[in-house]
């Protein structure tokens, strides 16, 4: 595939005309991989650019004014004070932490070593049994069994 790319940008030079960069020359968007839950709607969405990717923040609520926000590439200190939750299996054999106590706050947090860390999950209003359910939903943890 990269020699038929390499192949169309020779022709455009070649022909005279001005290529455009190749994909792989831009900024990486920090693509989610978040499924909304069951019951939850979009409320935002968030992209910031920085020098070398461009971070995105995604936002969702249910009917129970329930929310879980996505984080990816966006630096910030999440989580600060909150009690530790302890390691979090994850999807594609990855580890996340989870912070959080009682029914207000609860997130994982977590790398994949590149532009894009930190990966955080938000909530507000879950418990933790819930946000671990939610997580699940959403492909971030393996399904509850």
Do not use: K
């Amino acid at each position: 595939m990269r020699w038929a790319a390499a192949l169309l940008v020779f022709l455009v030079t070649a022909c005279g005309g001005a290529a455009e960069p190749p994909e792989a020359d831009q900024q990486p968007v920090c693509e989610p991989r978040f499924a909304a839950p069951s019951g939850f709607e979009p409320l935002e969405t968030f992209e910031e650019e920085y020098p070398d990717h461009v971070g995105v923040r995604m936002g969702f609520r249910d009917d129970d004014r329930r929310e879980l926000h996505f984080f990816a590439g966006i630096p910030g200190e999440f989580g600060e004070g909150l009690p530790d939750g302890g390691p979090l299996e994850l999807t594609e054999g990855r580890t996340g932490y989870l912070l959080g106590e009682g029914r207000q706050a609860w997130l994982v947090i977590w790398e994949q070593g590149d532009v894009c860390d930190p990966r955080v999950v938000v909530s507000n209003g879950f418990t933790r049994d819930g946000f671990l359910v939610a997580l699940a939903d959403a492909g971030i943890t393996p399904p509850r069994g």
